[in-house]
């Protein structure tokens, strides 16, 4: 079956470590995205990609960074330049063929800072 | 820029009560509207969706329409269970091109026996 593959489901961070959060897709999706969840704030959207080697900055980009060498994979480092790194990731996709809807999320990584 | 506002929780219900939760959303152009749910540990799953005005989207005994003149798309259901229980997130889409889902903050619901 096609789906969305988030790995690992938890990860733990030593301060000041960088930490790279794994999404695979086997649905031939054009564009990955990446959500950061926070209690009471909803989803906020990190970077996206629409095509392969091309990204762009959501809104809260800052201390993040994202390839996509693949079509299948879109990993997103946490750097250690972002402040505040514990929160619940999720991975989203999405077939531009079938116009404004088709997105399929990820179940998610939870990574904490320790 | 577009942005949606959902009301806050938590919402909490008695097992066979009327649900409602409001959504109302800013957007230039048409866009398509959509409510997830988010089940404890689990990632999103698309429950309806409605993708111009006065559309209905149903599911599982959930429904909203979409209201281009109020610039709403209220989730109502009229009889919850317990395993309605999650938190419910409203969000739009623009037809623009190059644009992501935005979301609301989402509203927990709690709905007990």
């Known amino acids: 079956d096609g789906g969305i593959t988030q790995s690992p489901k938890y990860l733990f961070r030593k301060e000041g470590q960088n930490v790279t959060l794994s999404c695979e897709q086997n649905l031939n999706h054009d564009a990955m995205y990446w959500y950061r969840q926070d209690p009471g704030q909803g989803l906020r959207l990190i970077y996206y990609s629409q095509i392969v080697n091309d990204f762009q900055k959501g809104d809260i980009a800052e201390g993040y960074s994202v390839s996509r060498e693949k079509k299948e994979s879109f990993p997103l480092t946490v750097t250690s330049a972002q402040k505040n790194p514990t929160a619940f990731y999720l991975c989203?996709?999405?077939?531009?063929?079938?116009?404004?809807?088709?997105?399929?999320f990820g179940s998610g990584t939870r990574l904490t800072v320790v | 820029g577009n942005s949606v506002t959902q009301m806050e929780g938590p919402v909490t219900l008695s097992e066979e009560a009327f649900l409602t939760i409001n959504c109302t959303y800013t957007a230039t152009g048409y866009p398509s509207l959509f409510w997830y749910v988010q089940y404890p540990g689990e990632g999103l799953q698309l429950l309806l969706k409605?993708?111009?005005?006065?559309d209905k989207g149903s599911n599982k005994g959930f429904e909203a329409t979409y209201r281009k003149e109020t610039t709403s798309f209220h989730l109502e259901k009229g009889s919850v269970q317990v395993s309605d229980s999650a938190v419910y997130f409203c969000a739009l889409i623009s037809n623009q091109a190059g644009t992501a889902l935005i979301f609301g903050k989402g509203t927990t619901l709690s709905v007990s026996s």
């Open positions: 409605a993708t111009k005005a006065d």
């Open positions: 989203a996709s999405r077939d531009l063929d079938r116009g404004l809807y088709g997105y399929t």
